[in-house]
């Protein structure tokens, strides 16, 4: 099993829908996570981060943790094509950050 | 205040000749990452700095790859010689946060990425 793991989509919602991006990570991973946003051909860009269970929120976005079943997610509501990228859940494994593969995101207009 | 910078942001090359990418980081920042990003993956890990001192590198493939950070500042990644299966996007980030801690925000700043493309 790799240390993060995401569904590499792409995953497509319309316009002003609720995009949720899912990420499962392995017990040797440490429980602070965060999910960074990338633009095609673009650099990543951290937009989350969460280090207890449960959720948090931030404008537009909620990242959800559930250590229980090693679980993080990311909801995007009223979705815009401006968000279309792709999603990188990452946390640390060790003394370093570890990154899942990312899922593509495409929000039709 | 200015990003993390790289250079060269593309390169093509021929199997078996040398490359080197450099990167500046954020004023201030001790610690560096490179990272090497294959098309559809996550980044991954290749080497950290904390100053000057390399203190993660079990990821580097030290028979052609090299990497230095002098001074503690600017760092440059060398392949030599390059193969087939070494196209890809070298990240480079920096970040004032050293290690995992309860109080680390997790950001790292990247660069824009160098792309490497071996023929």
């Known amino acids: 099993q790799k240390e993060v793991e995401q569904n590499s989509g792409p995953l497509s919602v319309p316009e002003g829908a609720i995009a949720s991006l899912n990420c499962t990570y392995s017990d040797r991973v440490s429980q602070s996570f965060f999910w960074y946003r990338q633009y095609s051909g673009k650099s990543p860009e951290l937009i989350m981060s969460i280090y207890s269970n449960g959720d948090k929120e931030d404008g537009r976005f909620t990242a959800q943790l559930n250590k229980a079943s090693q679980y993080v997610s990311l909801l995007i509501r009223d979705s815009q094509p401006s968000d279309s990228a792709t999603y990188l859940c990452?946390?640390?494994?060790?003394?370093?950050?570890?990154f899942g593969p990312g899922t593509r995101l495409s929000v039709l207009p | 205040e200015a990003g993390v910078v790289q250079s060269p942001r593309y390169k093509i090359i021929e199997k078996k000749q040398p490359v080197a990418f450099w990167c500046n980081p954020i004023s201030g920042h001790n610690t560096l990452y490179w990272y090497l990003q294959n098309l559809g993956q996550g980044p991954e890990l290749l080497i950290r700095?904390?100053?000057?001192?390399?203190?993660?590198d079990s990821q580097l493939p030290k028979d052609r790859f090299s990497a230095e950070r002098l001074k503690g500042v600017d760092s440059t990644l060398k392949i030599q010689p390059a193969e087939l299966g070494d196209s890809a996007v070298y990240l480079c980030?920096?970040?004032?946060?050293?290690?995992?801690?309860?109080?680390?925000?997790?950001?790292?700043?990247f660069g824009e990425g160098s792309r490497l493309t071996v023929l």
């Open positions: 980030a920096s970040s004032s946060e050293r290690g995992p801690t309860t109080m680390n925000t997790g950001e790292l700043f």
């Open positions: 700095y904390e100053n000057e001192e390399a203190v993660d």
């Open positions: 990452a946390g640390f494994y060790g003394q370093n950050f570890v």
